[in-house]
């Protein structure tokens, strides 16, 4: 039987060039429903008629899925048998007339300004570890860069003098200011502790764990959780916490959508609208807890 899933994933990597996170997302979506037609349905994935795909979000939502999982694995069919219908496979695409509940939207959780003081506070600076931590923290919260951004950083990424540093991801490149702070955490760090850390001279990685190779995310994942813990926020922070703080109250502060756009990486505007919603939804709270008459 031909490989449908595998040619797939080969498409969205090769042709659409889609990150490895979305191709293993809309991979695993598409595996999990061609194991539904199989076991339950009795079908096959060039086989399924839409009564299958209405059936499956049943069964999704009958395992306690979110609103949101569903909404993804129907985008996710959509494309596969986009694909599929462009390749000759199948005839018509079964998933094209579905529509999921719509998900309630939920707003991505920010910091506010004392909770970041008191998260980026928390890496001493007495040892090699404290140095890198407090540089990699101030650094993502300069920029609103992605965890694989910041790991994928290269000792020349970052320009000292003018004081910004080079982001290249998903095929672009931009460039991203940094503040005095982040800045001196940098020229600390590597001036005087990466050398002690990096075990040849050659190494180009920007960050790097103890044993001398370039940071991980599931290092730097850990690292993220250590300081929330003993900074006692009782929020769930995640390296995407910053970045939407960074987004949030560069906005409130007056900073432009473009701007942040550009900072952030956005190829669509649309995508950093969510931030100017978040800053309005929170003008609305704060008016119905402070006004007397609301």
Not at 34 to 45: F, K, N
Not at 108 to 130: H, M, N, R, S, Y
Not at 223 to 248: C, W
Request: aromatic share 8%.
């Amino acid at each position: 039987m031909t490989d449908y899933i595998g040619e797939y994933g080969a498409y969205l990597r090769e042709e659409k060039h889609a990150s490895e996170n979305t191709v293993s997302s809309y991979l695993r979506d598409v595996r999990q429903f061609d194991a539904y037609l199989r076991t339950v349905a009795e079908t096959t994935l060039t086989k399924c008629r839409q009564s299958h795909v209405e059936g499956y979000l049943s069964y999704m939502a009958g395992k306690g899925k979110s609103a949101a999982s569903v909404a993804r694995g129907v985008a996710s069919l959509k494309s596969f048998y986009t694909y599929l219908l462009s390749t000759g496979a199948v005839r018509v695409n079964p998933a094209k007339g579905v529509a999921p509940v719509r998900a309630e939207r939920k707003y991505p959780q920010i910091l506010t300004g004392k909770e970041v003081e008191l998260f980026l506070e928390q890496p001493q600076c007495v040892d090699a570890k404290g140095y890198r931590d407090h540089a990699m923290l101030e650094l993502l919260y300069a920029t609103g860069i992605r965890v694989s951004e910041l790991i994928a950083l290269n000792l020349d990424d970052v320009n000292f003098s003018a004081g910004v540093l080079r982001c290249a991801s998903r095929g672009k490149e931009r460039i991203i200011p940094l503040y005095n702070t982040a800045i001196k955490a940098l020229q600390d760090y590597v001036r005087d502790i990466r050398p002690q850390l990096i075990l040849s001279s050659d190494e180009e990685a920007l960050f790097v764990n103890m044993n001398g190779e370039r940071m991980s995310r599931q290092g730097f994942w850990k690292i993220i959780k250590y300081y929330q813990e003993k900074a006692q926020i009782d929020k769930d922070i995640t390296p995407h916490t910053l970045r939407h703080s960074f987004a949030a109250h560069l906005l409130e502060n007056g900073a432009d959508l473009r701007s942040i756009q550009e900072m952030l990486g956005h190829a669509d505007i649309s995508s950093t609208q969510i931030y100017s919603h978040m800053v309005k939804q929170k003008l609305k709270d704060v008016y119905q807890k402070a006004h007397p008459r609301a």
